[in-house]
């Protein structure tokens, strides 16, 4: 199972950017997708998770509530930041839980991270 991230990048504050984030592989099914983040000498932090395969149920970080907006499409997951400020800058990584097709078991995978560097 692989997950590939893109659409990160340099902005202004106040700007907006959609992450993108798709899986891969021998995946019978997507159960939760989320993305996280880490700012340097910052441990890895919650951004925000989606549950279900129609995106039904989501949770956010207290820090982005209101600014972003996380979905879902089959095994890929969006993440539009909107009102971006500069503490924002950070790597941004998904994440998802899969069942495989071979264990019926699953398994938390994660993507190989893109920046987001918000400028004030």
């Known amino acids: 199972v692989q997950l590939q991230a893109s659409g990160g990048g340099l902005v202004q504050a106040g700007g907006s950017l959609r992450l993108s984030c798709a899986a891969s592989?021998?995946?019978?099914?997507?159960?939760?997708m989320g993305w996280y983040r880490q700012a340097p000498g910052k441990q890895r932090e919650l951004v925000a998770t989606?549950?279900?395969?129609?995106?039904?149920r989501t949770n956010y970080a207290d820090s982005v509530k209101g600014r972003f907006t996380i979905s879902r499409e089959a095994a890929m997951v969006y993440l539009q930041m909107n009102s971006l400020k500069p503490e924002d800058t950070a790597v941004y990584y998904c994440?998802?839980?899969?069942?495989?097709?071979?264990?019926?078991?699953?398994?938390?995978?994660w993507g190989q991270g893109t920046q987001v560097t918000v400028s004030s």
């Open positions: 994440k998802a839980r899969v069942v495989l097709t071979t264990t019926r078991n699953p398994y938390d995978y």
């Open positions: 592989g021998m995946i019978f099914a997507v159960d939760i």
């Open positions: 989606v549950t279900g395969v129609t995106g039904s």
